[in-house]
């Protein structure tokens, strides 16, 4: 990591920025904070993640503050705060609890549901269920890992789950409780509350990977069901990646992050239009792949095009050209977020001393909504659909325009067959399926959760099965796909 050096103008919105940082403790489920906290930065991009209270040992991350008073509580913000509050929301929803367990994984701080918003109870000692293994925007695609990184030399299946916390949920029943009366109009303009967040996480049977590799994964006791949750088998499995959704002031389509383990799978090369690696990763079988080949699904072999060489398309979402040059005619600009991203990452590895130094944030993605008032804020997403999601200049995305998560959207990194098809026209991200209209039509910024429009279909009486169904519609209207 080289060091860079910051412009003064980037100095000053430290300074400035700063004050707006809080502490806030594991007790606190998701609520905004308004009190403010002075911190220092230093003089370079390594140390975006130094804060007063400090976010290290990992143990006392604080929470990050979102709401009033806090950094988003401006009409003016700038690219870092998106990259520190991601990354210091994942310091803190990993840190140890009181007995030792992640605490997105206390069931009183977090709950687990499903799809549909049902709460998931865990099997007696274990702390996560799993049934889920469907790939983002395909009926019955999984992804299956090298077996040549497994401790048998087999392939496993990747399984998800699903978290959210009170705040979220609690807004969520109560959003689908007025649409069904009728006190709230099915097309309107509500958000979710500030200080909302749904997690999405990745799961693998710890055989997958050889013993001299397991302890740089975290593990866990995970009860697995592969009939429907009819019967279940506990078994030891590694988080391989996690999405982190949340919601902060001024910005009701949520920040969405993600993060992956080190060892998943290469990044692609666009100037040689191929992926390799002289090592057996997880996804990715030693020696290289041409084309996008390793991300392209299918459908009669479930896996992709050419197995188990699964990649990243960009090396932390942030879209390249032919040549790999960072794509600078983009809403965003460029260099100064992947810069960002790669300086907190080096900032954050630097200060762990834990499993989870072996993670890295792959990047986030945001609206710009300066300047604009919660209504027009909630217009924006009302009016612009499923356009959210362009990254050309003018459009309102920001940050790391090509987001994806190597374990959940592997085969949705593009829509795009080949590399040579792919341009800042047809660019993919998390908005590309979520945005502001539900599966039945109608338009709104809570429907950005799939989650909870699965769940006011289902109150409405649509069976899982119809749920799907449409979301799959849905993704398929948007994406080509």
């Given at each position: 990591?080289?060091?860079?050096?910051?412009?003064?103008?980037?100095?000053?919105?430290?300074?400035?920025?700063?004050?707006?940082?809080?502490?806030?403790?594991?007790?606190?489920?998701?609520?905004?904070?308004?009190e403010?906290?002075?911190?220092?930065?230093?003089?370079?991009?390594?140390?975006?993640?130094?804060?007063?209270?400090?976010?290290?040992?990992?143990?006392q991350?604080?929470a990050?503050?979102?709401?009033?008073?806090?950094?988003?509580?401006?009409?003016?913000?700038?690219?870092?705060?998106?990259?520190?509050?991601?990354?210091?929301?994942?310091?803190?929803?990993t840190?140890?609890?009181?007995?030792?367990?992640?605490?997105?994984?206390?069931?009183?701080k977090?709950?687990?549901?499903?799809?549909?918003?049902?709460?998931i109870?865990?099997?007696?000692?274990?702390?996560?269920?799993?049934?889920?293994?469907?790939?983002?925007?395909?009926?019955?695609?999984?992804?299956?890992?090298?077996?040549?990184?497994?401790?048998?030399?087999?392939s496993?299946?990747?399984?998800?789950?699903?978290?959210?916390?009170?705040?979220?949920?609690?807004?969520?029943?109560?959003?689908?409780?007025?649409?069904?009366?009728?006190?709230?109009?099915?097309?309107?303009?509500?958000?979710?509350?500030?200080?909302?967040?749904?997690?999405?996480?990745?799961?693998?049977?710890?055989?997958?990977?050889?013993?001299?590799?397991?302890?740089?994964?975290?593990?866990?006791?995970?009860?697995?069901?592969?009939?429907?949750?009819?019967?279940?088998?506990?078994?030891?499995?590694?988080?391989?990646?996690?999405?982190?959704?949340?919601?902060?002031?001024?910005?009701?389509?949520?920040?969405?992050?993600?993060?992956?383990?080190?060892?998943?799978?290469?990044?692609?090369?666009?100037?040689?239009?191929?992926?390799?690696?002289?090592?057996d990763?997880?996804?990715?079988a030693?020696g290289?792949?041409t084309d996008?080949?390793?991300?392209?699904y299918?459908?009669?072999?479930?896996?992709?095009?050419?197995?188990?060489?699964?990649?990243?398309?960009?090396?932390?979402?942030?879209?390249t050209?032919?040549?790999?040059?960072v794509?600078?005619?983009?809403?965003?600009?460029?260099?100064?977020?992947?810069?960002?991203?790669?300086?907190?990452?080096a900032?954050?590895?630097?200060?762990?001393?834990?499993?989870?130094?072996?993670?890295?944030?792959?990047?986030?993605?945001?609206?710009?909504t300066?300047?604009?008032?919660?209504?027009?804020q909630?217009?924006?997403?009302?009016?612009?659909?499923?356009?959210?999601?362009k990254?050309?200049?003018?459009?309102?995305?920001r940050?790391?325009?090509?987001?994806?998560?190597?374990?959940m959207?592997?085969?949705?990194?593009?829509?795009?067959?080949?590399?040579?098809?792919?341009?800042?026209?047809?660019?993919?991200?998390?908005?590309?399926?979520?945005?502001?209209?539900?599966?039945?039509?109608?338009?709104?910024?809570?429907?950005?959760?799939?989650?909870?429009?699965?769940?006011?279909?289902?109150?409405?009486?649509?069976?899982?099965?119809?749920?799907?169904?449409?979301?799959?519609?849905?993704?398929?209207?948007?994406?080509?796909?």
């Open positions: 990591m080289k060091t860079r050096n910051l412009t003064l103008g980037v100095l000053a919105f430290l300074c400035l920025s700063a004050l707006f940082y809080a502490c806030s403790n594991d007790e606190v489920e998701g609520t905004p904070e308004t403010t906290e002075d911190y220092m930065a230093g003089d370079n991009p390594d140390e975006l993640c130094i804060t007063n209270p400090s976010w290290f040992p990992h143990a991350t604080p990050p503050m979102e709401g009033k008073g806090s950094p988003f509580d401006t009409s003016s913000t700038t690219n870092q705060i998106f990259h520190q509050w991601s990354w210091q929301k994942f310091l803190w929803l840190k140890p609890d009181n007995g030792g367990n992640p605490l997105f994984l206390n069931l009183n977090v709950y687990q549901v499903d799809a549909n918003m049902n709460k109870t865990p099997q007696a000692g274990t702390t996560v269920s799993v049934m889920d293994t469907e790939q983002a925007g395909f009926e019955e695609a999984i992804l299956q890992s090298n077996p040549a990184y497994a401790e048998d030399g087999k496993h299946t990747v399984y998800y789950s699903i978290h959210m916390n009170p705040i979220m949920f609690n807004a969520g029943t109560g959003f689908a409780k007025d649409i069904i009366n009728g006190t709230t109009d099915p097309s309107n303009l509500e958000s979710f509350p500030v200080g909302s967040f749904e997690l999405k996480a990745s799961w693998i049977s710890v055989n997958a990977i050889k013993k001299a590799k397991r302890s740089s994964y975290y593990t866990t006791m995970v009860s697995v069901s592969n009939d429907g949750g009819t019967t279940f088998e506990n078994m030891e499995m590694a988080l391989l990646g996690m999405h982190v959704v949340g919601v902060v002031e001024n910005h009701p389509e949520f920040i969405w992050a993600t993060f992956e383990h080190n060892d998943l799978g290469p990044d692609f090369d666009r100037a040689t239009n191929s992926a390799s690696s002289n090592d990763m997880l996804l990715f030693a290289s792949t996008i080949n390793g991300i392209v299918d459908k009669s072999t479930k896996l992709g095009k050419d197995p188990h060489k699964v990649f990243d398309l960009f090396a932390y979402g942030v879209p050209g032919m040549d790999n040059s794509m600078t005619n983009t809403a965003q600009k460029e260099p100064e977020n992947i810069d960002n991203i790669k300086g907190i990452n900032c954050v590895k630097s200060k762990l001393n834990d499993v989870w130094a072996n993670y890295h944030y792959q990047g986030s993605l945001w609206l710009n300066d300047g604009l008032t919660p209504t027009q909630a217009e924006l997403l009302v009016k612009q659909g499923s356009g959210i999601a990254a050309t200049s003018g459009s309102s995305a940050g790391s325009l090509g987001n994806a998560n190597i374990t959207e592997t085969f949705t990194q593009t829509f795009q067959s080949s590399n040579a098809d792919i341009n800042i026209n047809n660019l993919a991200n998390c908005f590309s399926c979520h945005f502001a209209q539900g599966f039945s039509s109608h338009t709104s910024p809570i429907y950005i959760s799939h989650v909870f429009d699965g769940y006011l279909n289902q109150q409405m009486g649509k069976s899982a099965e119809e749920i799907e169904r449409l979301k799959l519609m849905q993704e398929k209207l948007t994406t080509g796909n």
